[in-house]
């Protein structure tokens, strides 16, 4: 009897030790290697004959796998909003430069080179999205062409 409880008290001491690596991986959102360390757990609970450990385990496994789940899809969602930030910091930048052509353009009394910089303000502006001030500069557009004409 005394040689079965040896390798017992092996498990048990690897299982405890396994505890404190899972749940430092957890603690620091260490997704896989807490993952991996809950799944030995079980299967050592198993071994070890205590079959509701071993389901509290899986049950952990299971939490673990959703929850990185949840970040993994908050930082793409996050990626998405910085680059969508960045696109739109792009596209205020262009159609600003366009504008300051357009305005220079306009004082330079170049017709068409200001119609073709506040043409390109406003496909700029429609993108962002505001397209109270895309129509501003069309019309903005449509009162050049009366001067010209």
Do not use: C, H
């Amino acid at each position: 009897m005394g040689s079965s409880l040896k390798p017992r008290r092996n498990l048990i001491g690897e299982r405890e030790k396994l505890l404190k690596k899972a749940e430092l991986a957890e603690g620091i959102s260490n997704f896989g290697e807490a993952i991996l360390s809950y799944q030995l757990l079980a299967e050592i609970s198993k071994e070890l004959g205590e079959f509701e450990s071993a389901r509290q385990f899986l049950e952990r496994i299971m939490e673990l796998k959703r929850r990185y789940q949840r970040v993994k899809k908050r930082s793409l969602q996050e990626r998405k909003i910085r680059l969508s930030e960045t696109e739109q910091l792009e596209l205020i930048d262009q159609a600003n430069r366009a504008l300051e052509i357009a305005i220079i353009a306009e004082e330079e009394q170049r017709w068409e080179d200001a119609m073709q910089s506040y043409k390109l303000v406003v496909a700029k502006n429609y993108e962002l999205g505001d397209s109270e001030r895309a129509r501003a500069f069309e019309e903005k557009i449509m009162e050049i062409k009366r001067r010209v004409e």
